[in-house]
């Protein structure tokens, strides 16, 4: 890589730790677009791992209500594990784009139809019989897009927790996963030593994006809150299908 790619890894690392830091969620998911305006999706996803885990950890210190999510959610996380790793292994036989396409319209299908509706909820019934559809789900679009927000996301709104407790949830979900993705990418191989050299190196712009972002989101109301969610997930859609039919 040049000098150029350097510095564009830097400004994704600052732009995505913001996001994180305000939204609670999507450094994967807004760090891989940037990423991939420049680099291929293989390489940039071994490079968004360790700032991924290092940020969500520093978010769940932050939300709190760690015991209470771990107890509702445990099986929902559990079935993610076999999900990405599946995933992963349907990454190296696919086209990229098709994957990037995949995901964007996703993204963008859901986002519109949760802006455009009141917050629905999910009956209690549901929540226990979804949680393991879901988490594997989850794993399997992470390992094959990078991104780990899907269908997790919707699932967990559809709950209407409290917003800390949803910030909890789904990040605990984010730090499993991402870290599964990086014992299945060392694997397959796409873990070399300078890709994680530059991802440690990161750490510095993300936590720093990521804790002055949180004072911010403290502020911010539920509705607020919900509506910049989906708003950025719009964003991620939007960039992620232009940047496949460009």
């Given at each position: ?5 350097y510095l ?6 600052l732009?995505?730790?913001?996001i994180?830091?305000?939204t609670g969620i999507?450094?994967?998911?807004s760090?891989?677009?940037i ?11 071994p490079l968004v ?6 940020s969500?950890?520093?978010v769940?210190?932050q939300?709190?209500?760690f015991?209470?999510?771990?107890r ?19 990454l190296?036989a696919?086209r990229i784009?098709t ?8 993204l ?6 949760a802006?455009?509706?009141?917050p629905?909820s999910?009956p209690a ?11 594997f ?9 990078g991104?780990q927000?899907?269908p997790?996301?919707?699932?967990l ?8 407790n ?11 996963s991402?870290l599964?993705?990086?014992f299945?990418?060392?694997?397959l191989?796409?873990?070399?030593p ?8 990161g ?5 720093t994006a ?5 004072k911010?989101q403290?502020?911010?109301s ?8 989906l ?11 232009a940047?496949?039919?460009?």
């Open positions: 890589m040049d000098e150029l790619d564009f890894i830097f400004m994704a690392y732009v995505a730790g913001f994180k830091g305000l999507g450094f994967s998911t760090c891989l677009p990423m991939a305006l420049r680099l291929d999706l293989k390489i940039a996803i791992i360790v700032p991924s885990i290092v969500n950890f520093t769940m210190v939300a709190g209500h015991r209470p999510a771990v509702r959610f445990w099986p929902l996380y559990l079935a993610s594990a076999p999900g990405l790793l599946i995933g992963l292994n349907v190296v696919l784009d994957a990037k396409a995949i995901l964007g319209l996703t963008i299908l859901y986002a519109l139809w802006l455009s509706n009141q629905y999910l019934r549901w929540e226990r019989w979804l949680k393991i559809p879901v988490g789900g989850t794993g399997f679009v992470n390992g094959l897009t991104s927000v899907m997790i996301l919707p699932y709104l559809s709950l209407n927790l409290q917003k800390k949803f910030v909890q949830a789904i990040n605990i979900s984010f730090t499993l991402s599964v993705m990086l299945g990418m060392n694997r191989g796409y873990l070399a300078q890709t994680f050299l530059i991802a440690v190196g750490l510095l712009p993300v936590l990521v804790t002055l972002a949180g911010l403290k502020r911010l539920s509705t607020h809150y919900r509506n910049l969610v708003s950025f997930l719009l964003l991620m859609g939007v960039i992620l299908l940047k496949v039919l460009a």
